[in-house]
């Protein structure tokens, strides 16, 4: 995972395919492509730490998912930001570690937000998971917005189905329900380590659960603010229609006491 911050015409041009570049603190990173067509170039580049590299390209196995149904979800406040996937992107490439250069496959889900940036705020947190079933090959994308000051909570969602159906979910369609807790012994926030996912419209009943308790990142926006944030790789099991399921998600948590 990494941000910046800065002017977008500096970073990413408004043309397809897309097209972005970077270098920092002796880190280079490159993306370019579209439509779930892909290329991604990181390398580390600083005398203490080189001969690390990775160089991925991705083929889309699934059809876009425009969230919301249409490509814009609503998160409360008059905020209406633009979120769109390819939650199945099969891909190849290599990864180079200790100058030693390995080829490596897998699947990856690829996720862009724009005009989100009014949610990021001190008085709003979020729980969001991004879910791939093994068997049936299908997707849940699932956040509850939480009001740090108010108590008030906005669900969102998508489901996409193994034929590719696209159904937007919203208010008591889905629950989420945390099961036991870590607490960071850097930041002392406590944050869900397990999750109940129900989704009864359409035959879920999961548990996610993180591979590693410790996945928290600590990004400094501002000088003054600092957005201590969970985001981890997780495993799923469960049910779907009463048979035994698995999977894979990626979750994201923000702005835990």
Known sequence: YDYKLGKLPRLLTDSLPLRLRDSKDGQVWKFD???????????????????????????????????????????????VAGYYSYPRLATSGTLTVGGKTHQVAGELWYDRQWNCTSIVSKGVGWDWLSIQLDQPREELMLNTLHNTETGQELNNGSFFSASNENVHLTGTDFKLTPLTYWTSPKSKRKYPAKWHVQVPSKGYDLVVEPLVPNQELALRFFH?????????????????????????????ITNRP
Not at 36 to 58: I, P
Not at 225 to 233: K, L, P, V
């Open 224 to 252: 003054a603010f600092t957005m201590y944030y969970w985001e981890g790789m997780c495993k799923v099991t469960g049910t779907h229609n009463g048979q035994p399921v698995t999977g894979k998600a990626y979750v994201e």
């Open 33 to 79: 492509g579209q439509e779930g067509k892909y290329q991604f170039e990181a390398a580390l580049t600083g005398k203490n730490n080189a001969g690390y590299a990775l160089n991925l390209s991705t083929t889309p196995t699934k059809p876009v998912l425009l969230h919301g149904g249409t490509g814009y979800e609503n998160y409360g406040q008059g905020i």
